[in-house]
């Protein structure tokens, strides 16, 4: 099918009916691999930011899903803004005595150690995108300064009289849910419509597991001196990577791949046995984090409303389990040794949990 295509103000062109492969290519020119249809919807909406206007995008999801890839992709997809700079801001870091000289500049002067104007980061991605990462822990305090800042399209350097007109497409990313923080009083309803114009939800990668073999198949390849070049991804692989209900980031993916690469002797294909050398050598902080961000999204589950405690853990627990089993392989003794409980327990945990048994 061809596309219709149309130009827009800027003289940039509208890909209106970009078929599915040709838009997971493009946006693969950008740097955001995907191999998932459920993302097509989203990279639709994208791509419509990025080349229709400037709308205030807000993109949501875990950490390590590829937020900030997706936000740079928007940008270089803008004809209009792609030359120029594209800015983060690390929300979760801006000091709250500092704030507003990081972000707005300041005059020489306007405070002891103020030996000279500087810009501030808003007037640094001038014509450009300023990519506010982690909104949801921008301080409290600073929250009405941003929406001033967003609504008047101007912003006042600390020490200066005078108001500087900004230019700039604002993409922010939230590594949780910005809505039920609103409702806890722990984000401002104003500033969160004024981002919410476009809002772009990235699911986890355990979510969109077609995107396990495009994804690997990258990393190998932009890691490809660790190792020879690879040319596929063994589907048992695959198999095992979309039984585990714990991988929903993409940055840990692309670790693990390099592990695999370095660790890696022979062949030209990923396959289980090079996955789960890798893991025997992973870092224990890795591990640790592994599990909070598991625990996060448990928490994440309960405090949506969506079950209560109990059923929460009881679901994890069965998750694990049916992990356990779906390694090609294995037995009920064999599952029972490595979670280090009885095959007897093992039995009732499964009958507890719903789960019909699949293995010997
Ligand atoms: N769709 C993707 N295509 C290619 N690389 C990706 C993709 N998503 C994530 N990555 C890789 O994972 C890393 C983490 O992604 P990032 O965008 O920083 O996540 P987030 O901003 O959500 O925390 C990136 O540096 C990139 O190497
Ligand atoms: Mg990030």
């Known amino acids: 099918m061809r596309s219709r295509t149309s130009s827009c103000a800027d003289g940039g062109i509208v ?4 078929t599915g492969s040709d838009l997971r290519k493009v946006f693969e020119q950008h740097g955001f691999v995907t191999g998932s249809d459920c993302l097509l919807p989203l990279l639709r909406r994208a791509i419509k930011a990025a080349e229709v206007s400037d709308v205030t995008t807000l993109i949501e999801g875990e950490t390590g899903t590829g937020k900030q890839v997706l936000a740079q ?3 270089s997809l803008d004809g209009k803004r792609k030359n120029n700079a594209f800015v983060t801001v690390h929300c ?3 000091s709250e005595s500092l704030a507003e000289s990081e972000l707005f500049g300041h005059q020489r002067g306007a405070f002891s150690g103020a030996f000279a104007n500087r810009r501030g980061l808003f007037q640094a991605a001038r014509n450009g995108t300023l990519f506010l990462d982690d909104v949801n822990d921008l301080p409290l305090v600073l929250q009405p300064k941003l929406l001033d800042v967003l609504q008047r399209g101007t912003v006042r350097p600390v020490g200066s009289d005078f108001e500087v007109p900004i230019d700039v497409r604002i993409i922010a990313a939230a590594n949780r849910p910005l809505e039920p923080l609103v409702k806890e009083g722990r984000f401002r309803q104003d ?3 004024r981002l919410n114009v476009v809002r772009l939800e990235l699911p986890p990668l355990r979510e969109r597991p077609a995107d396990f073999a495009s994804l690997m198949l990258t990393f190998a390849c932009r890691h490809a001196g660790l190792y020879r070049p690879i040319l596929s991804v063994d589907p048992e692989l695959l198999r095992f990577l979309e039984s585990q209900p714990i991988l929903g980031n993409v940055r840990e993916l692309e670790n693990a791949v390099q592990r695999m690469l370095f660790l890696k002797t022979e062949g030209a294909s990923l396959t289980l046995e090079d996955w789960t050398r890798q893991v025997s050598t992973e ?10 961000q598991t625990a996060n999204a448990v928490w994440r589950t309960i405090s949506n409303g969506e079950c209560g405690y109990g059923q929460a853990l009881q679901e994890l627990e069965k998750r694990v389990l049916e992990a356990a089993m779906s390694v090609p392989g294995s037995t009920r003794r064999k599952v029972a040794k490595q979670l280090h409980i009885s095959e007897r327990a093992l039995y009732y945990k499964m009958r507890a949990c719903g789960i019909a048994s699949r293995i010997r």
């Open 15 to 18: 890909r209106e009916d970009l």
């Open 73 to 75: 992709a928007i940008h």
């Open 191 to 193: 500033l969160y419509h």
């Open 92 to 94: 979760s870091t801006v």
């Open 283 to 292: 870092a224990p902080g890795e591990k640790i984090d592994l599990m909070a």
